[in-house]
């Protein structure tokens, strides 16, 4: 993740959010009519995968913007937690989706029927994929520079159906050209890949709600800025977690005895304030333990 301040991460943020949900509205509009047309179950497989990443990001958006709002009484430690909350709905939502569309696929599979206006069907897919690709871009430049959790999940759905995308023109020529079940076969590929990715998603929204640490590389940049801090003779009981785009950090530094109350209280904060330069945001609480330098 890039340093940047709050304030432009906050506002990459805001931007990402809500590009997704344009993009999502303006495909389920369109792959809604021509569903309609068609008849493809493949197309509505990508109908059904807009309106999931639709709830979604509207989801994202406003966890995101909950996110942002500063601490409160009631919440001395922010509202970055929202975002996992985000991620964890967002996986159910998927999941069940997935079910939906295998479910579908399935009778499809039993009566198979070729679809009708495949140019418009292909028309739609090749729209999709373009604002996919934008899209995504966008995103994960936002991730990039923020580390957001959100949006790197909402991206992830957006990731995913250029494969799928493709996938699906395909099917559509193929089934027009007389091979019906592969219409269907199609979607049902997509099901499980939907559901797959909802694991995934969900997965990781539990371990941040359940305070995992920081990235063991993340760590490591903590650890020697703290280490290779004035004064700091030795370093224990590192702990970090992460709230939204915020990066929790105690630790206990080890100093010299022979300090006075004042050295050793400037000693700390200088140390702290090294974390905060590296990832702008961060609340660190480092304790001091007294101890005797070495001769």
Do not use: C
Request: no cysteine; glycine share 8%.
């Amino acid at each position: 993740m890039q340093t940047i301040s709050p304030e432009q991460g906050a506002r990459l943020m805001r931007a990402a959010t809500t590009a997704s949900s344009l993009v999502a509205l303006t495909l389920i509009l369109a792959k809604a009519v021509v569903w309609q047309w068609s008849g493809s179950v493949s197309l509505l497989a990508s109908l059904v995968d807009s309106v999931m990443d639709g709830v979604a990001s509207l989801m994202t958006l406003l966890a995101v913007r909950y996110s942002l709002v500063p601490p409160d009484d009631e919440h001395r430690f922010g509202h970055g937690s929202a975002e996992a909350l985000a991620g964890l709905a967002q996986a159910l939502f998927i999941g069940a989706s997935a079910v939906f569309l295998f479910t579908e696929g399935l009778q499809r599979l039993r009566a198979p029927s070729p679809p009708e206006a495949t140019g418009w069907a292909v028309a739609v897919m090749v729209l999709s994929i373009v604002l996919t690709v934008a899209l995504v871009s966008f995103q994960r430049y936002v991730v990039k520079r923020t580390g957001s959790t959100a949006v790197a999940g909402d991206s992830l759905h957006y990731l995913s159906d250029l494969a799928t995308n493709v996938a699906i023109i395909v099917a559509i020529l193929v089934a027009g050209a007389g091979w019906v079940w592969f219409d269907a076969g199609v979607a049902l590929v997509i099901a499980v890949m939907i559901f797959l990715s909802a694991l995934k998603l969900g997965y990781d929204a539990v371990q941040l709600l359940l305070d995992r640490e920081l990235p063991s590389d993340i760590r490591q940049r903590i650890e020697a800025l703290l280490r290779e801090s004035e004064g700091v003779l030795g370093l224990h009981d590192l702990r970090t977690r992460q709230s939204g785009r915020v990066y929790f950090v105690q630790a206990h530094v080890e100093l010299d005895r022979q300090l006075s109350f004042e050295q050793a209280h400037d000693y700390i904060r200088a140390a702290g304030d090294r974390v905060r330069a590296a990832f702008p945001g961060a609340e660190v609480l480092i304790h001091g333990d007294p101890v005797t330098a070495a001769p």
